[in-house]
């Protein structure tokens, strides 16, 4: 069997340097929750992901350096002030690597479908597994601390129905009841909306 050497395509390329530059923040984070998070379980969590991060900017630092591509100016420990007083409470830094994981399966999850040079599928195959494990191992947290907000309950259906007419999409939220989709988007959307809000604002007034 002759081995194929391929070059990194368009999305390859495009998937590593997006995930470089977004784990190299991901470290900046995480080691600043670190130093100020007193809660040991917490803490076991972060580091964890803080591991995980920083395999992550190894690996595609390899993969760059073999094929002769520069690596991305991305977050380093000059991006940090850990003298800074601390701006969130401990169980926010739980949320981040909740918010973080499942971004990460999602975002992962389409860029490994896009992918088809060996090692680097087996780079993004493996992270879809890392944050679905962390995802996994925060939510089980934040249930156990009583801190996760559950999306919307809705009545159990009694039966099956069919939509009989069009304008059950142009009465969205108006003549019928939202549906689980609709409701389960829509909650989502607004807690990583939150989320990042949140960030954005802390960030703007440090």
Same mark, same amino acid.
């Given at each position: 069997?002759v081995?194929?050497?391929a070059?990194?395509s +368009?999305a390859e390329?495009?998937g590593l340097w997006?995930?470089y530059?977004q784990e190299s923040?991901?470290?900046?984070?995480?080691k600043? =929750?670190?130093?100020?998070?007193q809660?040991?379980?917490?803490k076991?969590i972060l580091q964890q992901?803080l591991e995980?991060s920083e395999g992550?900017? @190894?690996?595609?630092?390899?993969?760059f350096?073999?094929?002769?591509i520069?690596l991305?100016?991305g977050? !380093?420990? @000059?991006d940090?002030?850990? +003298?800074?007083?601390?701006?969130?409470?401990?169980? =926010?830094a739980l /949320?981040?690597?909740y918010?973080?994981?499942r971004l990460?399966?999602?975002n992962?999850?389409?860029l490994?479908?896009?992918?088809?040079?060996?090692?680097?599928m087996e =780079? =993004?195959?493996?992270?879809?597994? @890392?944050?679905?494990k962390?995802?996994?191992?925060a939510? !089980?947290l934040?249930?156990r601390?009583?801190?996760y907000?559950?999306?919307p309950?809705i009545?159990?259906?009694? @039966?099956?129905?069919?939509?009989?007419?069009? /304008?059950?999409?142009l009465?969205?939220?108006?003549?019928r009841?939202?549906?689980s989709?609709?409701? !389960?988007?829509i909650?989502?959307? !607004?807690?990583?909306?939150?989320f /990042?809000v949140l960030?954005?604002m802390v960030t703007?007034g /440090?």
């Open positions: 069997m081995e194929h050497n070059r990194l +368009s390329l495009g997006a995930t530059l923040m991901a470290i900046c984070l995480l600043y =929750f670190l130093y100020h998070n809660d040991e379980e917490i076991a992901a995980i992550h900017v @190894q690996q595609i630092t390899i993969i350096n073999h094929e002769e520069p991305p100016d977050f !380093t420990e @000059q940090i002030n850990l +003298s800074a007083p601390p701006l969130f409470y401990d169980p =926010f /949320s981040f690597v918010s973080m994981s990460g399966m999602i992962t999850g389409f490994t479908a896009n992918i088809a040079r060996a090692d680097v =780079f =993004f195959v493996t992270m879809v597994n @890392q944050s679905a962390l995802y996994q191992t939510t !089980t934040m249930l601390k009583g801190i907000d559950r999306p309950m009545p159990y259906p009694k @039966q099956v129905e069919y939509i009989e007419k069009k /304008s059950y999409i009465a969205f939220g108006k003549k009841p939202l549906n989709a609709e409701l !389960t988007e909650f989502f959307n !607004t807690e990583r909306n939150y /990042s960030l954005c703007a /440090s």
